[in-house]
């Protein structure tokens, strides 16, 4: 006897037939067991002229059993991948891809959006609200900074003398990861000496603006305007008053009278500006003479737990005030401009810069490139130095937070995946060869 089945989810049609028989063939309509734990198949038994038919199914039907999926959400995934290294021939990429900007400007041209009211920086004003942010900026700086220079007296930090790359500990890496001059006679070896402050954060400059919807810089004023720390740029136009440094503040929107053209509204009509509050005090830098170490092991620790929070409340303050004044960045050089638009000197230097005649490629800039955290190789002992056989199981941390850690403080969530705390470190090559 054959037995042809032809089955659906839910319905199933047998056909039964026999050889030799001149009986038409019967057709028959089976129903499926409406049992959630069984398939539309596998509850078939049905008997078809003495013959029965035991149909069974591998895996439960996905629409008689649904399937929950739970999702789990974690902040701080375990061994994150560390930081990519650019070269200086790659360009950086854009925050936000130009293919998502261009979908982003057919949907809002297809919709017909209405346009949002235009922000307070790019009519002129200073956005009151964000006035204290851009002071705690400011003296949370001076208070890295400053701390630093005292933790440098405790905490060994080696800086290569032929590349940018630094070390924290007693003793350098023994990677071969030099990039500086000359470093194929010396096979990547760094050659190490004592590193300064500079080197752990990156004094990044840009030239000073005393209106940011003025001109912009051309190449021929670019040694008449001062240049200043790039983050104490931004937070003189978010409003911070340094005396040395005047900046032009309006009290009404302007007026434009062009696409790139516009006049100053008439300030006279207005009243006298009342008394404002007393602004909180701005710290200064410590003269590198009169720095004195920590006295103790507990004063370490704490100047090093008070130095973490000053660095997340500077990059906390500086990334929200980044989303409402315009940063730039050079696209292939570290050159970074704090305005709507970036200037015009042709001093980039970066890989095919004649093809453009020395212009910046400027793009939209992100935290990274206003702070540059500087990735440094965790130590997991200090006692201990890195080998390079067990390049694979370290972990890279910025190298301010891998210097508080050594000097005692506790080591934040968000930066335990790039330091793998969670990964064992071998004791031996032997053993590392054994790791799959």
Not at 255 to 262: A, D, R, S, V
Request: with cysteine; proline share 10%.
């Amino acid at each position: 006897m054959d037995c042809v089945c032809l089955h659906s989810q839910l319905t199933t049609t047998v056909l039964v037939h026999s050889k030799g028989r001149s009986q038409p063939p019967k057709f028959r309509i089976l129903r499926c067991n409406p049992q959630l734990n069984l398939s539309s198949l596998d509850s078939l038994k049905q008997t078809c002229s003495g013959v029965t038919l035991e149909l069974k199914l591998r895996r439960p039907s996905e629409k008689l059993c649904p399937v929950q999926t739970a999702g789990i959400r974690c902040d701080h995934p375990q061994n994150a991948d560390l930081p990519r290294y650019y070269s200086r021939k790659e360009k950086k990429p854009f925050p936000i891809p130009i293919v998502e900007l261009r979908r982003a400007a057919r949907d809002r041209m297809k919709n017909r959006l209405p346009k949002r009211r235009v922000p307070p920086p790019k009519i002129g004003l200073v956005i009151k609200s964000l006035v204290p942010a851009a002071y705690n900026v400011f003296n949370t700086r001076m208070t890295v900074i400053n701390n630093l220079k005292r933790l440098l007296k405790v905490v060994t930090v080696n800086g290569c003398k032929w590349c940018n790359e630094i070390h924290v500990g007693p003793v350098g890496h023994p990677f071969k990861s030099c990039r500086g001059s000359q470093a194929s006679q010396r096979k990547g070896h760094h050659e190490w000496g004592k590193a300064v402050l500079e080197d752990i954060i990156v004094p990044l400059e840009s030239y000073h603006l005393y209106d940011r919807l003025g001109k912009r810089i051309s190449h021929e004023e670019r040694f008449s305007i001062p240049r200043i720390p790039a983050i104490v740029e931004l937070c003189i136009q978010a409003g911070v008053d340094l005396p040395e440094y005047p900046t032009k503040r309006r009290r009404k929107p302007i007026i434009w009278t062009g696409k790139k053209e516009f006049v100053d509204a008439d300030e006279s009509e207005l009243p006298d500006p009342e008394p404002e509050s007393p602004k909180p005090p701005i710290l200064a830098e410590i003269p590198d003479p009169e720095v004195e170490p920590p006295s103790s092991t507990e004063e370490t620790i704490l100047l090093a737990e008070e130095t973490l929070v000053a660095w997340e409340k500077m990059r906390a303050g500086a990334n929200k005030l980044i989303k409402m004044y315009p940063v730039r960045v050079c696209g292939y050089c570290p050159e970074v401009h704090v305005g709507p638009s970036g200037h015009k000197a042709q001093n980039c230097g970066a890989h095919k810069h004649q093809q453009r005649n020395g212009q910046h490629g400027w793009q939209t800039a992100v935290l990274d490139d206003l702070i540059p955290p500087r990735y440094v190789w965790h130590v997991p002992d200090v006692a201990q130095p890195l080998q390079r056989e067990l390049r694979s199981f370290y972990g890279q941390a910025p190298a301010v937070v891998e210097i508080c850690v050594q000097a005692g403080a506790e080591v934040p969530e968000q930066y335990k995946p790039t330091m793998r705390f969670d990964v064992g470190i071998p004791n031996s090559i032997k053993e590392a060869e054994m790791v799959v």
